[in-house]
Structures are given as structure tokens and as C-alpha cells.
């Protein structure tokens, strides 16, 4: 063992103390309400343990509510709270009629039509999180919209996710972006096998 | 927090302290003597410096210069190297932005390594050391925060250098640059927003999957390297390569975004977002996919130098795949170029399986990617003193401006295309992707960046920055070289660059609009003046050799005993793919209580109730190969209605408000068909003479706006608020035959609902969400077959001469099987209310990338109209017709 070695445990026990007395002042910020290195850290949300996945552990319909959902108040037509409450995403020179109304239900709703899309499989996880509620306006028409992330998790533990608006009335998706990518290809529908037919269905003749 | 609580804290703390400071006595005395414990992990007995850990440069075959090899040999071969000053695994971005002079810091840390989900906080180093035990699940962290740190500042740097060099002012600029001039202030360089937690960019080292592969989730902003136990000792993030490829996502996903934020011109301190957020791809097979695909490639050789990705773990699922047609996994099988379109279907580790996939058609886009970066290398920067790794980052360096300008221009969802316009000054005024608010479908849909759209718009970014002899940055590629490598690769699809600029001013009578009209307007920002170029650059024609262009004119259904389409109508099918197309991420919205699959037969016919999937198996007339095949089925500019002073659209609202006022719509005659004797309408109109003028047949929408709002402020409590359609609102495809005593006609869906079947509007396809009423995008005109949305498009990877689709994907395997993918089947929804033996016609459009005359009417080169896209001039009609059938 080397000079260098022989000191090391007191170098380091040095090292350790001033460490410690760093997280001892970072800690006492964070209860005086100062941001922290801590505080930097992401949210625990409730993330699926990689084997736990595998198991059928919740039903088709289970619903996560996220610490980051907004909280949604019933809110009359006339309600200027509409707008000042939600931002138009886009161009804020959009001018804009509102068509719909807001549903506190709307991720029940969501999530009940996702399940029945998607099918009833004993292990198949929808969740639902909130980003933000917005008002998506297209051609003059203004629609309350939830902006949201979806991830699906199948009876395998595979994984879809993607973000989306979703009519806060109805609870049907009206858009979808920025949706998984994975590298090896396996195909959804492979060996599929359609029938095909000649000319019209009405003098019907199939072939291979 | 009270005194005594706070002393208590304090004091606790202390005595954690201790505890604390005693054991890492212990553990350091461990370190020295003993055989490391399982808590304290992993961590390796040496160090290598402050900040330092012991990295795999490349991925195991390659360090250990053995293809062959079956297991991670660390032994030897790792390298000393700094990993982060940080005390966790995590790291802020920093962003040069040359023309701001701002060096701009992300607030929080922009990327972060974790094992998997389940781990809730970040390893730290220990000792001010990375080191970790080889093969420990702490070392794959360290290792993959390297190479996603080392690509991620490397990229940074590029696209910082791509900044500059467009938006130099000694460039005397003929193009409006897409990239911004101020990404710097708006924080386009990385994420969402940079200064809020979802900046976060996390890989997971050790991310379980069932099934191993690896992926990049955008909404989560994630990238997963796989694991599992089934492979002892193996995982995914072994493989640098992987890691690059992966990262190359996310880096398409910021430059494809780069125009996507914008200050806000009323609040210059604010920033704000366009609706959406642009992807390039969509699911399963497509050229947008393909092409991201092969720029994911190209960043691997981008770091690595190398022109083969995945050696080590996409080799062992058969799946890793070279870069230059050199490449032993070749064998010799590519005599000159991996060309568009022949070489699609194909790949070179089990070649006699092609199929439609974005990897193996990607492979064409990495292949011109590295040579067109070796042409740089060899043409820019040999007669300089630059060593070997200069320039070759020189070189990368140039190829990442080209895709960033491309892609910046292709993702703008605000359909400016540059800020050359003072950004939203002039609001009304699009230059790409038809306008604000149908961005997103045409740029993902409607006019996607298949391999034409996308080769063009690189071309002209060659030309100006690259080739242009007072202004390109590298003369000695010129145009010629640039189109005879495009040519190479059967990549020179189009006859001009889209230099002049196609627009449209929608400011009162919607016009169209060259650059040129906006000679001497100042770039916002960046200050300078650009002059813009007053017609397109053409290209050379005797450059083109190996590219063909076929007419459009020689696509059709078969008129022989081939199949016109397939079908698919088993109930377990269509059931198990709506659920994929779900799982995917397509916006999938059934009716309510008219189609479902419960109501499927499977007996390959069209019933009522039923949700059918069709293929159209379209027929190549012609002698060369078509490829991207894109078959629409949108609501598109092919009726008219009989009178715009009645544009109600038919609901019970309306009739009560407004009966003698509902719309009708009739189809226009297109292609002869159908006669004015069978419903068609006809415009008698001598060329030129008069005008058309909005609501004629010969007239396309400028805007493709649907369904007007016109009395809700008037009256916001009538349930339908009256809506009205916009004198050209695209039109559902599908219309349906209609006899009385005296004759038979073709009549749109809302005709027939009424005529004939009398139905109320609940009984219609997409009725109201919400059970009572309509719903706000309802439209009558589909109240019987409706496209549904999500599945209303279809993509065929290409067909061979004389062949139909399905021929070409049975010769491309062995098995000669023909698989369907989620891309090349549509969705209609058939109303149960229907009489079997109605018949319909459905008029899909089709068009193909290396088409002749899908893109322009006059073989000029100067491309259609954004908006034209709305009609059928780009795209050979098919007309599906059909009877349902019990």
C-alpha cells in the first residue's frame, strides 16, 4: 500500500464531512422554503417497478390521479373564468367562438372510450395525466380541451405513450402527438391475412 | 418551522453527521482492504480523477475487434474518462446562440441517467469518483450518462454552428432560413421549456422490457434501453451505437420542432407554443418514419465515425445494419448505390425477407447521409490542416445544418417557414404546411415529408449553403455534384427547388405569394435584409440517370381477376386492431350505437353495423417501380353545393331556424365521371374565363375550413348554434347511388339520409359524443360510410412494374406471404341503419413519391399550391365502389 493510499480514509472521511455539512445547509433551506437541490428532484410519482408490469395488477379502467392534475370546477357557459382560466394555445391573436362545455368527468370519459378501443384485458393499464386544460381553437372555433398524457401499458408490460387533447365535454381525443418510437420493429398486425374480392362486393368473387 | 423544531433538525442532523462520517471511514477503509459491499455498491476500488470513471468507448465487438463475440468483455478495454463534475448523474445544457451573443444555460438539469422507473433518486459519486464495478448496474448508468452527454453537447454545439452559419451576416442570403434566428431566447435547443421539470430528457440504463428493443417516448421524454433476464449479462445500453441512435430521436424531435416557440409578438418577454408539436413519422410503415430512422443512424456515425450501428446488441436480434454499401453485411450485393426505390424492402442480414419497414427503407437515407458527408470531407476540407477527427466533426457539422434547416422548415406548425416575415406580423400570411390551423394534417397527413418533399427542400438548402458559389460554405460540392449523388441514390425526385417560395395571403381574397413580394423585408432579430430569388432553381437534367419518374396516370385498381381490395371483417380482427391503432397512439373515436365489431361477419363482404378494414390492392401499370404510395381518405374539395346563399348544414337545429336554407351538395364531375345525367356537376367553363370563384367545382378551398359558427355569439344556447359550411368545407369521400322512378344518381349521404332513409341525425355515424344532439364536427355527408379518423390513410411501400401491392410484398419473401401493418389498412364505419344493396363510391386519392405529375399539372417543376392539395389535381381519383351486403 502506497503513501497515497495510507491517507486516503482520512482524505476522504475530510471529503464526507464537508459533503454532509452541504446537505446539512441544503436540507435546512428546503425547510425555510428555498429551492433545493432536492427539491430539483422529480416528483415520486407512483412508477410501475419494471417487474411489477408483468403482473395484472390493476383493472383496464384504473385511473391515475397525478399530484399534477388541475383541479376542474364546474363552470357555467357565461363564466368568464373560462377564458381567464385557460389559455389559447396557439397564436393568442386567434379570435374564436367556444363551442363546448367543460365535463369534471372528462377523464372518466376519456379513459372509459380509450377502454373500450383499446379492449378489456385483465392487466392493461391506462393513465391519464393532466399537462394543462387549454382552449384549442381551429378555424374560429374554440374548443375547452384537456392537454394530457396518455401511457398505456399492455398485459406484457409493453409500453405506448403519447400526448393528446381531449374534448373536455365528450372526453374524446381529438388529437395525438409525440407518440412512442421503438427501435426493433415488431409489427401489430403481422400475418394478418385480408381476403380480397374483384370489382364490386355485389357480384362478389373472392381470391387469395 | 418553529425555533425548536428547527434546532432539532439541526440538531439530528448532527447526529447523522457522525453516523454518516464514521461510516464512510468504514467504507473507505473497506475500499482499501476489503471486498466492496452490496450497499455501497458497486463502486470500483481505483480512481480516476476528479469527476472521472472508467468508460467503453464502443460497444463490446467493436472494442474487442470480434464480431463474434457473445458476452460483454470489459476486461482491457475500458477507458478513463470524465463523466460529470456534478454530484449526481444529471447535467445542465448550455447553448451557444451566435447571433443573441448569449450563452444561455438551461435553469435546471436537462438530462439525467436512471437505472429503470423505479429508481426515485439519482447515484451519486463517491470519493468525487465515477467508478464503478464493471457490470454493476451503477457503471451502466455512468457509462450511458457519458455517451448521452458526449452526443447531447456534441449536438448542441452543431446546431449552434447551424445557427451561425445561416444566419451569418456575411451570407447573402436568397432563402428565408427556417431555423430561428433567436433560439436562444426561446429555448428550442432542448425541450418543452427549459427552465421547467419537463427539461428533464431521462434514459433509463437497465429499462425492463418483456419483449428486448429499446425506445424513445417523447411524451414522457424518455429513452428506454432494454433489459431483461432471458438475456444473461446483456442489455441494451452496452451498445454506444444504440445510445447515439436512440438520442438521434430526440434530436429530430428538436429540430423538427425549432420553429415550434416563438416569442410572443404582442409580449416580447413571453414566449409561446404552436397547438401541436411536429413528429416526423407516424406508426408503422412510411417514408416520414423511414427517414427518421436513417438520421438516427447517421448520428451514431455522426460520434462513432463508423459506418455500421449496432454490432454488438442489434446484432443479436438481426437487426443491426451498416452504412456504406462497402459493408461486409452487404456481401457484395449492392453493385452500386442502396437506391430509392429498389433496395426499400431490403435487409442486409436476412435479405430474403424484405419487407415494408422504416429501418430497412432507412437504411437508404443513412447510406446518402455518410456519403454525402464523405463528399464533404473530401470536396470542403482535405486542403486544410485539419487531423482526421476534425474533419470529420467539420464535416458532421455541415450534414446537421442541412437537417436542421430541412427538417425546421418540414415540423413549422405555425406555417410560416421563417421568421423572414417579422414572425406573426403578418398573420395571415403561410409559406408552408398550408396555414395555422391545418399544419398539423398536412404536415403529418395531407402533404407528409415523404422522400420527394424531403430531398427537395435538403437540395435547396445544399444549394444555397453548401454549393452557391458567392454564399455556400463549400463551392467545391456544387449543384451538379449534389444532384449526381442524389441521382446515385434515386433520390432526385423533383425538377426544382422551391426557391421562389409558394404562399398564400388568406388577408381578404386569398392570394398567392412568391418571396420576391417581400423583397428587403429585415429578418427579425438578426437584422438582415434578404433578396429573394424570383423563380425556382431548376434541376439538371442530364443529372438525373437513375431516377425515374412515372405518371400517376398508370396507378389503378386491377381490371382483371386480380383482387381490387381486401377486406377485413372479422369480428376478433377488426377488434384486436382498433386496439392496436389505439395502443399506437391514433386518435380512434367509434359511434356511438350505429358500427362496432360486434356487428362484423367476417364473410369479406360490407355489411350493415359493421367496422371493416379495407386494402386497396393497387396495380402498377406502368414499366418502372412506384414507391411511397399514399392512398387518402379524408374529407377533401369534391362537391359543391347547389346554391352558398343556403349553406345550413342539415340538423334538427336548423331546420327549425333555418329550413329553407339547408345545403345540398352534389359531386363534381372529376376525370369524366360522374356525367351531369348521373349527378355529376359539370363546370362549363372556356379556359380562364370567368374566374372561378369560391364554391365552384374548379375552385379549391384556400384554407380547407369545414363548418362555420356564424350565429353562436347571436344565440350561444341553441344546442347547434347553426353552423354552416364553408362554400368549399372538404367533403367526406364516399356518396352513394340513389334511384327514383325516372333515374339513377350519385348523391351525397345527407341526400340520401333523408330521401330515402329518413334518418334522424342520432342515427347518423359520428352523432353526438355526448348522446344528445350532434356533435360539433358532425357532418351529414358521412351519416352512412364514414372514414375514420385516425385510419383514414394508407401507405404501400412500393409496387413493381405489372404488379399489384400485394404481388410486390409476396416477391419481397420468401414464404411469399403478404403481412399487413397498421399503414396500409383504412377504417370505415358502416351504418347499421343502411338497406342492403345501397351502393357507394368512395373517392380515395392516391399519389406516390417518385410520381411525375402528382406535384405539379405542366411537368414545369414548379410545384402546387399548398392549398391545391385540398382538391384532386395532385392525385389519380380512385374510385372504390361498393354494395353492402347482409
Known sequence: MDNKNNKSPIIISVFAIAILSVFILVDYKSETGTLTKSNLKPKSNSHLKSKEVKRPSRSIASLKETKRDIPLKKINKNDSNIIIDRKVVGSSSKKYTLVNKINKDWKKLATKKLAFTWGHKIGRIIEIDSIKPAIYVKHGIGKNVEHVRISLTDENGKHSGYEAYIDSESGSIIQTWNRTRYEINKRVSTNAKGKGFVGNTLNYKETK | ?886
Open chain 2, 1 to 886: 418551522m418553529s425555533l425548536v423544531d428547527l434546532t432539532k433538525n439541526i440538531h439530528n442532523h448532527h447526529k447523522a453527521l457522525l453516523i454518516s462520517a464514521i461510516m464512510v471511514f468504514v467504507s473507505s477503509c473497506e475500499d482499501i482492504t476489503q471486498a466492496k459491499s452490496n450497499k455501497l455498491g458497486a463502486r470500483s476500488v481505483t480512481t480516476y480523477g476528479d469527476g472521472n470513471g472508467l468508460v467503453y468507448m464502443s460497444n463490446p465487438a467493436v472494442l474487442n475487434n470480434n464480431l463474434n463475440i457473445t458476452s460483454a468483455v470489459w476486461n482491457g478495454v475500458l477507458t478513463p474518462a470524465d463523466i460529470t463534475d456534478n454530484f449526481y448523474l444529471e447535467e445542465k445544457c448550455q447553448y451557444t446562440d451566435p447571433i443573441l451573443d448569449l450563452s444561455v444555460i438551461s435553469q435546471k438539469n436537462c438530462l439525467q441517467v436512471k437505472n429503470d422507473k423505479t429508481q426515485e433518486t439519482l447515484i451519486q459519486k463517491v470519493n468525487n469518483s465515477w467508478a464503478f464495478t464493471e457490470d454493476s448496474d451503477e457503471f451502466y448508468q455512468v457509462n450511458t450518462f457519458y455517451h448521452v452527454n458526449k452526443i447531447q453537447k456534441r449536438f448542441l454545439s452543431s446546431l449552434s454552428n447551424a445557427q451561425n452559419l445561416i444566419h451569418s451576416p456575411f451570407l447573402f442570403n436568397t432563402l428565408p432560413p427556417a431555423i430561428p434566428s433567436n433560439i436562444g431566447a426561446t429555448g428550442v435547443f432542448w425541450w418543452d421549456d427549459i427552465s421547467s421539470d419537463s427539461t428533464f430528457l431521462t434514459v433509463y440504463s437497465k429499462c425492463y422490457l418483456e419483449d428486448m428493443n429499446a425506445f424513445f417516448d417523447p411524451s414522457t421524454q424518455s429513452v428506454c434501453l432494454g433489459w431483461n433476464e432471458d438475456y444473461d449479462g446483456f442489455r441494451m445500453a452496452q451498445d454506444p451505437s444504440v445510445i447515439y441512435h436512440e438520442m438521434g430521436h430526440t434530436f429530430v424531435k428538436v429540430m423538427m420542432n425549432l420553429r415550434n416557440k416563438y416569442v410572443d409578438p404582442s409580449n416580447p418577454f413571453e414566449t409561446k407554443e404552436t397547438d401541436f408539436k411536429s413528429e416526423l413519422g407516424g406508426t408503422g410503415y412510411d417514408e416520414a418514419g423511414s427517414l427518421n430512422e436513417g438520421i438516427a443512424d447517421f448520428f451514431s456515425y455522426y460520434i462513432t465515425n463508423r459506418k455500421h450501428i449496432g454490432e454488438w446488441a442489434m446484432a443479436k436480434f438481426g437487426a443491426d445494419r451498416p452504412m456504406v454499401e462497402t459493408n461486409p453485411l452487404h456481401a457484395g450485393r449492392i453493385p452500386a448505390k442502396l437506391s430509392y426505390p429498389e433496395y426499400l424492402h431490403y435487409n442486409s442480414v436476412s435479405p430474403q425477407d424484405g419487407a415494408e419497414d422504416i429501418h430497412n427503407a432507412g437504411q437508404i437515407i443513412s447510406h446518402y447521409l455518410v456519403s454525402l458527408t464523405q463528399n464533404f470531407k473530401d470536396s470542403c476540407f482535405t486542403n486544410l490542416n485539419y487531423d482526421t477527427d476534425m474533419i470529420h466533426e467539420k464535416s458532421t457539422d455541415l450534414t446537421v445544418m442541412l437537417l436542421s434547416e430541412t427538417l425546421a422548415e418540414i415540423g413549422d406548425m405555425s406555417a410560416k417557414g421563417s421568421d423572414f416575415f417579422n414572425t406573426f406580423a403578418l398573420s395571415d400570411l403561410f409559406f408552408t404546411n398550408l396555414n395555422a390551423d391545418e399544419s398539423y394534417l398536412w404536415a403529418h397527413q395531407v402533404t407528409p415529408p415523404n422522400f420527394r418533399r424531403f430531398f427537395r427542400i435538403f437540395g435547396k438548402n445544399i444549394n444555397q449553403y453548401i454549393s452557391d458559389n458567392s454564399a455556400g460554405f463549400c463551392p467545391a460540392f456544387s449543384q451538379d455534384n449534389s444532384e449526381t449523388l442524389l441521382d446515385d441514390y434515386g433520390l432526385l425526385l423533383f425538377k426544382s427547388y422551391k426557391d421562389a417560395g409558394q404562399g398564400i395571403s388568406l388577408s381578404g381574397t386569398a392570394t398567392t405569394k412568391n418571396y420576391i413580394d417581400y423583397n428587403g423585408v429585415f429578418l427579425a432579430n438578426s437584422g438582415k435584409s434578404l433578396f429573394p430569388k424570383n423563380s425556382n432553381t431548376e434541376v439538371n437534367e442530364t443529372n438525373r440517370k437513375n431516377t425515374v419518374l412515372v405518371s400517376k396516370d398508370y396507378i389503378s385498381l386491377p381490371s382483371d381477376e386480380r383482387a381490387t381490395a381486401f377486406v377485413f371483417d372479422g369480428q376478433a380482427f377488426m377488434k384486436e386492431y382498433i386496439a392496436s391503432l389505439t395502443f399506437e397512439g391514433k386518435s380512434i373515436n367509434l359511434s356511438q350505437g350505429l358500427a362496432d365489431p360486434e356487428y362484423n361477419n367476417g364473410n369479406v363482404k360490407i355489411s350493415p353495423g359493421e367496422v371493416v378494414g379495407i386494402s386497396l390492392n393497387l396495380v402498377n401499370n406502368a414499366n418502372s417501380t412506384m414507391a411511397g404510395v399514399q392512398i387518402l381518405a379524408n374529407d377533401w374539395d369534391h362537391m359543391k353545393m347547389n346554391d352558398t346563399a343556403k349553406p345550413y348544414i342539415n340538423t334538427t337545429g336548423n331546420l327549425v331556424a333555418q329550413s329553407a336554407n339547408i345545403a345540398h351538395w352534389e359531386p363534381c364531375q372529376i376525370d369524366g365521371w360522374p356525367l351531369e345525367t348521373e349527378g355529376g356537376v359539370f363546370e362549363d367553363r372556356p379556359l380562364g374565363l370567368p374566374v372561378p370563384v369560391d364554391g365552384d367545382c374548379d375552385y379549391i378551398s384556400r384554407s380547407n375550413k369545414p363548418i362555420i359558427y356564424p350565429n353562436y355569439l347571436a344565440n350561444p344556447f341553441v344546442p347547434e348554434y347553426n353552423p354552416v359550411y364553408d362554400n368549399d368545407s372538404p367533403q367526406p369521400i364516399c356518396m352513394v347511388q340513389y334511384s327514383d322512378e325516372n333515374e339513377s344518381k350519385w348523391v351525397s349521404q345527407d341526400f340520401f339520409r333523408s330521401q330515402a332513409l329518413d334518418l334522424s341525425d342520432n342515427d347518423c355515424l359520428n352523432n353526438s359524443p355526448t348522446g344528445s344532439g350532434v356533435g360539433i364536427d358532425y357532418n351529414p355527408n358521412e351519416c352512412l360510410i364514414r372514414m375514420l379518423p385516425g385510419a383514414n390513410q394508407a401507405i404501400l411501400g412500393k409496387i413493381d412494374p405489372q404488379k399489384t401491392w400485394s404481388e410486390t410484398l409476396a416477391a419481397s419473401t420468401t414464404g411469399g406471404e403478404v403481412r399487413f401493418s397498421s399503414s396500409t389498412i383504412v377504417v370505415m364505419e358502416v351504418n347499421k341503419w343502411i338497406q342492403p344493396g345501397t351502393t357507394f363510391n368512395c373517392r380515395f386519392r392516391t399519389r406516390f413519391t417518385n410520381c411525375q405529375d402528382c406535384y405539379n399539372n405542366n411537368n414545369s417543376g414548379d410545384d402546387f399550391n399548398d392549398y391545391e392539395y385540398a382538391g384532386h389535381e395532385p392525385f389519380k381519383v380512385i374510385n372504390f365502389s361498393f354494395t353492402v351486403i347482409d
